[in-house]
């Protein structure tokens, strides 16, 4: 949502556009000495390295950027497309930093400043604040190159690793803009190819803006460009202050949606998605927060599992098609990524760096984020497990601290799915951290797979359907009373003997004690039920009592709802909210702990499986051996 937008002007880009081309062509720069020579040793194409310490030297370099890049591909006197890419993107980013550092300046005293520099040399604190101001604006001129060069370059190779920081000079923006330019020569100097050449140039602009962020705290007067929204429309380029944005630009989301009434079975899974989709939409842009966060309710994380074939998949297709279709009628952008095994790298933190980035490009403040982590047994592994790749491990510590760890803010933005057939082989403090179950089981009852025949047959036949009504039980109020009083009593075996103990000795709980005499059996029957589940266990709960169905109508336009306040939006669902009863807790209790003790008895009946294989193949041996020891053919 463009509130507060600054559009930068092509007008404003243009009057730069000299001296852009300047700085890409030729300019001399004021370099740290790190000891390396500028001859290349003969037939080597290395540089001489000097042992004598010469860190305080400074020496001057002429930096021609675009010789270096028509230099990729020698021999061939005409630009590649990458290689007039890069020269194109690098001139435009200076005029479009140059720009942005005009806007800084008119937002504050530092314009004025320079009128009455130029008229006379100011002293005192007002040359105190002009150099402070400058400095300033030399910062966001290297931040704004940086990200433009981040999120116009594409790139699909593997991230590079020893790209080094520029040396930032911050005296003027021109200066700032030298420095990430000479960086950027070095850093693409001798690529073997345009593949590399791009990646190189990408990895520069994500080490610079870490060099910048970690600078952020040495600059005064930053405070008028952290809230701006800028935007230039021709080149689909968006800055939000200092939120970084994803590595490339945002393409139309291209995904197969399903509706709802598409999907057979999975009735509480299907309900409650559709759920999260109009509790996302509630976010205020404004406030940067959503009213499900205070009022209690909101689904931050959430793990589908089931069998496969079940509908997992469908049910992502579904949720991510249903806030597509409200992000669009709201006019706000929508962001949806999965995280698969293709991001698990050979390269050393590698994985846990595209991890992070997955995380961050979803929590974006500035739009409606979800974001799905499928076959997550596959992409994060128990740390116990010690035949699961580095990667994998860290894929497991990005997404614990990720999702609850101390530096976790939940705005009310986005959501993260984490599916899988086999939940039991996800880490328990992971599994955990997910904040609601989603039980993907797919068809179960003689009419749901009457349903799911009819719908997928179609109708290109002349059979007669029988006396059946179709999609009646489908009906979602219905089937998802049917489905919670399903959980009145417990699904699984292990659960199902604590609660008849427990009834046992103290009949049908009626009191907040008996509820946590009940929790207290089943954390005595299962050790992993901790602290943690309790806490996603009365989620859980808080999100019954706000079990409101926010009216289609609010999302048919914009001004209904979404467009709405944030103290206008939490007043309206609050006159929803209804008090959670008895029943609530002990259906929420059940589901919570059902899918404890199955993902237990799973991983149990898996270890059971082994060692029986396992003493098997040992007998199986035993035999063979006496076998060739009475042939006279056992020389062991």
């Not at 479009?96 to 520099?117: G, H, I, P, Y």
């Not at 799911?452 to 109020?477: D, M, R, Y």
């Amino acid at each position: 949502m463009d509130t507060g937008l600054t559009t930068i002007g092509e007008k404003d880009i243009e009057k730069h556009r000299a001296t852009a081309q300047s700085l890409v062509t030729r300019f001399v720069v004021l370099q740290a000495d790190g000891g390396r020579s500028g001859t290349e040793l003969a037939g080597t194409g290395r540089r001489f390295v000097s042992t004598v310490s010469t860190g305080a030297l400074r020496r001057t370099r002429e930096v021609e950027l675009a010789k270096t890049i028509a230099a990729i591909r020698q021999g061939d006197p005409m630009l590649s497309i990458p290689q007039h890419t890069l020269l194109f993107r690098a001139r435009r980013g200076v005029a479009v930093a140059l720009a942005v550092a005009d806007v800084f300046a008119r937002s504050t005293e530092l314009e004025s400043l320079q009128e009455r520099n130029a008229r006379s040399p100011l002293e005192g604190a007002a040359a105190q604040s002009y150099h402070a101001l400058l400095q300033a604006s030399a910062y966001v001129a290297a931040f704004t190159l940086s990200s433009y060069l981040l999120q116009m370059l594409d790139a699909d190779s593997e991230p590079v690793n020893d790209t080094d920081e520029p040396d930032f000079q911050f005296d003027t923006p021109q200066d700032a803009l030298k420095s990430v330019l000479a960086a950027l020569d070095g850093a693409i100097s001798g690529a073997a190819d345009d593949t590399a050449m791009t990646a190189r140039a990408r990895a520069l602009a994500r080490v610079a803006i870490e060099g910048l962020l970690q600078r952020r705290s040495r600059f005064t007067g930053l405070g008028a460009f952290e809230d701006t929204h800028m935007r230039l429309e021709a080149d689909d380029f968006t800055l939000d202050g200092f939120d970084v944005a994803p590595g490339s630009r945002r393409k139309p989301l291209v995904m197969t949606f399903k509706k709802p009434n598409e999907i057979i079975g999975n009735h509480i899974a299907k309900y409650q998605a559709m759920k999260l989709a109009k509790m996302l939409m509630a976010y205020d842009f404004d406030r940067q927060l959503n009213p499900f966060v205070e009022l209690g309710g909101f689904l931050f994380t959430f793990i589908g599992d089931g069998a496969p074939g079940t509908g997992k998949t469908i049910l992502i297709q579904m949720t991510a098609g249903l806030l597509n279709d409200y992000c669009q009628v709201a006019g706000v952008p929508f962001h949806y990524e999965n995280f698969g095994v293709d991001q698990i790298s050979s390269y050393q933190g590698k994985s846990g760096q595209n991890c992070k980035q997955f995380v961050e490009n979803v929590l974006s403040p500035r739009a409606i984020g979800f974001g799905t982590i499928d076959d997550i047994d596959q992409v994060a592994a128990k740390r116990s497990d010690d035949r699961a790749s580095a990667g994998q491990q860290e894929v497991t510590g990005v997404l614990m601290e990720s999702f609850a760890g101390a530096g976790t803010v939940v705005r009310g933005n986005c959501s993260f799915g984490m599916f899988s057939n086999y939940p039991e082989n996800v880490d328990d403090a992971l599994r955990q951290r997910a904040g609601a179950r989603w039980l993907v089981d797919g068809p179960q009852t003689f009419e749901d797979y009457v349903d799911i025949f009819v719908l997928l047959a179609g109708k290109n036949h002349s059979i007669p359907l029988g006396e059946h009504e179709p999609f009646a039980t489908q009906e979602i109020k219905r089937a998802v009373e049917t489905a919670y009083e399903a959980h009145s009593r417990p699904q699984e075996e292990g659960l199902a003997k604590v609660y008849e103990r427990f009834l046992n000795e103290r009949g049908e709980p009626k009191t907040l004690t008996d509820i946590g005499a009940y929790l207290h059996e089943i954390k005595l029957a299962e050790p992993r039920f901790t602290g943690r589940a309790i806490k996603n266990i009365t989620d859980a709960i808080k999100m019954r009592a706000m079990d409101i169905e926010l009216p289609d109508e609010w999302f048919e336009t914009p001004d209904a709802f979404m467009r709405k306040s944030y103290d206008e939006k939490k007043a309206m669902i609050a006159e929803l909210r209804r008090p959670f009863t008895m029943d609530m807790v002990m259906q929420e209790i059940n589901r919570y702990a059902d899918s404890e003790f199955r993902y237990s008895d799973r991983s149990d009946d898996a270890a059971v499986s082994t060692i029986i294989r396992d003493q098997r193949l040992r007998e199986r041996a035993l035999r063979e051996i006496e076998d060739m020891k009475a042939r006279g053919v056992w020389d062991g």
